[in-house]
């Protein structure tokens, strides 16, 4: 059995677990994640309008080009500072003048819209084949946007800048995610495919024990917080939430 049929089967036994260290959120209660939850929607900046517009909206309606500079625009503006190693403003400049070439964005956006519409929860029990066509797929998303800045590949910036806002289900896999879930500054797409399979394991059993869905009931601490009545959150976006403020 391949390494990958073989972390799915190991995940449908109740064998998995083995990637991501959730000590920090055991015993979490519904008032806990609560919680944590609202610190995060009353930090001061655009983080909640920005998601929503930006997932919602500019996602489906932009440009191919229009998407990906709008997306950039975003990430380097304030409170997401991934704009370190200049990857946003490169990227952004290179589709401006034809570095990046129309069809190179087209195809781009064309293998992260195509990823399986499979919620996080679900991936523990999904069938291997459609594990292996989203590991293909993210393992394909970065190569290119690697390919476009050499720094545009790490972890942190695909699933925080591309597949959080475009997909919905990854996390951001930033600094904070990391540390309260003790993964390394390197993670390879296999090691991200398996910390997704796992996290998904750990939301089906925080739902099941409280008897709630993780993204229903974010999006309700959301809008109840911000005054608003934002779209619902996908769920990667809320798991991401709730483990910014344990970090």
Sequence with gaps: MGGREERAAKTKKGMGMAFCNFKALE???LKEV????????????????????FFCLTRSTATPQE???DLLDIVRGSGWNMNRQGQCSYITQ?????VISKAQVQDFWRVVDDLPDLQLRDFPGAAPEILRRIEASLDRIRRTICAWHSCAGTVCFVTKVILMFNWGQSPAFDTRVRSVLKLGNYMSTDELMQ????IGSWIGKFEADNGVQLDEFSTSIMNRECGRSLHPLPLGRSFDMLLFSLA
Aim: no cysteine; proline share 3%.
């Design 27 to 29: 015993g979490l209660t």
């Design 67 to 69: 998407r990906i500079t």
């Design 34 to 53: 609560e919680a944590s939850i609202t610190r995060y929607s009353r930090l001061s900046g655009p983080w909640l309008s920005q998601f929503d517009t």
């Design 195 to 198: 910390s997704l399979v796992e």
């Design 94 to 98: 290179s589709v401006k003048t034809g």
